[in-house]
């Protein structure tokens, strides 16, 4: 598959999942039944607003868990599930050694479009925002 193809794939499925929530958060919050204009702008502003930060939060998660936060928890929450389940591989891999090994992966790469997406939804909240206000 080539680089615009997974670049459409990319883009496309996101812009897909925030529409959905902001078709849900529409319907959700009674758009059909608003009165008027100003109540229609604010519901538009809040269905923006959701998926906008949400996908744009969703981006700094994955560039925070690139600098390896949350290496400490996934160690604890891994050495956990092994020790409690029966009949599981009980060695224990020291937490160096773990880090280690997560730190040879390499990090998370291509995850801009994250913040482009979400930024484009927040960038119609806010124009929809300054609608109600002047509405």
Sequence with gaps: MN???KNLLKYGITAAV?????????????????ADTQTK???????FTIPGV???LFAVLVMISNEGLFWGVSYVFS????MLLPGGDKTHERY???VARKHDG?????????FIVGGIFLAVAVILTVVFYYV
């Design 3 to 5: 680089r615009a193809v």
């Design 18 to 34: 925030g529409l959905l929530m902001v078709a849900l958060t529409v319907d959700l919050h009674g758009y059909a039944d608003a």
């Design 41 to 47: 702008v604010r519901i538009l502003a809040d269905a």
């Design 54 to 56: 949400t996908i744009t």
């Design 79 to 82: 050495y956990a599930v092994k």
């Design 96 to 98: 160096g050694d773990y």
């Design 106 to 114: 390499g990090p998370v790469r291509g995850f801009g479009f994250l």
